[in-house]
């Protein structure tokens, strides 16, 4: 048992001064004010956030290296910004060999905080995205041999539900209950998402490019099909400068879909100072330098919502969708204590990862 004390705590609706008790690799409990005893092991917060650990389902790399390379140093690069739970993500932008044994790569990695696999592609739309020459007509063989590959361990599969074979796609993914099936790259109508749990980076790569209606009425596209849903859930990518996402549309989006809104990272990499933005050699918006930690911070400044309505994007919200948030995602007794220790500014002091200081 050790306790973090002193911390400004943040639960899933509350922010208040107090400190956790730490047993096992467990969260025993959680209190306002100051422990009545002490152990040599407790952490003294010195007033800064407690927050749970990040949980990113859409991230490529960190640390200069892609997961589909690297994913060792991508995961570490992540895990010390306090990400402690992640899906690596491997993109439609690789050729179907690099595809696959990037795959079987990760599904190889022993690792708790690895939570699974998350394939962006490579069946998509290529009208929308960056880097979209690898983009490939659906294939049935090539389907089930990426999935093999994963060895159950691909949780989220992103298609363009208006691409040929899509439904057949989509078929077999409803078919496998461990799969959240992902809408994304795309410019699909409402009925094209039927039976879609996820949209991939809500108002990015989404179209239509041309609303071919009268003139100056406003008509649905992809993102207000979403806007307006009562069940799904929408990845964010909120950049420091509001270039993925404006300040107005993450306002629009936490407003109609609230809780249903996941920050991802996208990332391709990782900065520690400066722009968080990426850009290919052809000049493209291409992922970012992001980590979650500052995604919240981001959604909170851009948004003007709360830490704990901040925080539960990154934490809370996905844990849900992937259905272990009865273990993990906030700060109650009996979950992992999978913890952050940092600034307003989303500078990290100290990561836990199941009860472990990193």
């Given at each position: ?80 910004n306090g990400t402690t739970g992640i899906l690596p993500t491997i993109g439609y932008n690789m050729t179907a060999d690099k595809f696959l044994s990037s795959i079987k790569k990760i599904a190889e990695i ?249």
């Amino acid at each position: 048992m050790y306790y973090i004390k002193n911390g400004t705590i943040v639960t899933e609706k509350d922010i208040f001064r107090g400190f956790i008790g730490i047993e096992d690799g467990l969260i025993s409990f959680v209190e306002a004010g100051e422990p009545q005893k002490t152990t040599p092991g407790d952490i003294n917060a010195g007033g800064l956030l407690v927050t749970p650990g990040f949980i990113d389902i859409h991230c490529h790399g960190g640390g200069g290296a892609l997961f589909a390379d690297d994913p060792g140093t991508a995961y570490e690069a992540h895990r010390r910004n306090g990400t402690t739970g992640i899906l690596p993500t491997i993109g439609y932008n690789m050729t179907a060999d690099k595809f696959l044994s990037s795959i079987k790569k990760i599904a190889e990695i022993d690792e708790g905080g690895i939570l699974g696999i998350n394939c962006e592609g490579p069946y998509i739309n290529p009208q929308y995205g960056a880097e979209t020459s690898l983009a490939r007509a659906f294939s049935r063989a090539e389907m089930e041999e990426i999935y093999n590959a994963g060895k159950g361990l691909i949780k989220i599969w992103m298609f363009s539900p208006e691409i040929d074979g899509a439904e057949e796609l989509r078929e077999f993914i409803l078919s496998k209950p461990e799969i959240i099936s992902c809408a994304g790259h795309t410019e699909c109508t409402a009925v094209q998402l039927e039976g879609i749990e996820l949209i991939c980076h809500l108002f990015d790569a989404m179209g239509p490019k041309e609303r071919p209606g009268r003139k100056a009425i406003h008509e649905n596209g992809t993102a207000e099909v979403v806007l307006a849903s009562d069940h799904l859930y929408a990845e964010l990518i909120a950049d420091s400068k509001g270039v993925h996402v404006p300040a107005e549309l993450l306002k629009i989006a936490y407003k109609c879909l609230g809780d249903r809104n996941i920050l991802i990272s996208d990332a391709v990499s990782t900065k520690e100072n400066g722009s968080d933005l990426n850009y290919n050699e052809q000049g493209e918006l291409s992922g970012s330098l992001l980590s979650l930690n500052k995604a919240v911070r981001n959604m909170k400044k851009h948004t003007g919502i709360s830490w704990p309505e901040a925080v539960r994007l990154g934490t809370l919200n996905p844990a849900k969708l992937l259905g272990i948030d009865k273990k993990t995602g906030s700060i109650e007794p009996g979950k992992r204590a999978d913890l952050v220790i940092m600034n307003e500014e989303a500078n990290i002091h100290l990561v836990i990862a199941g009860g472990r200081r990193l």
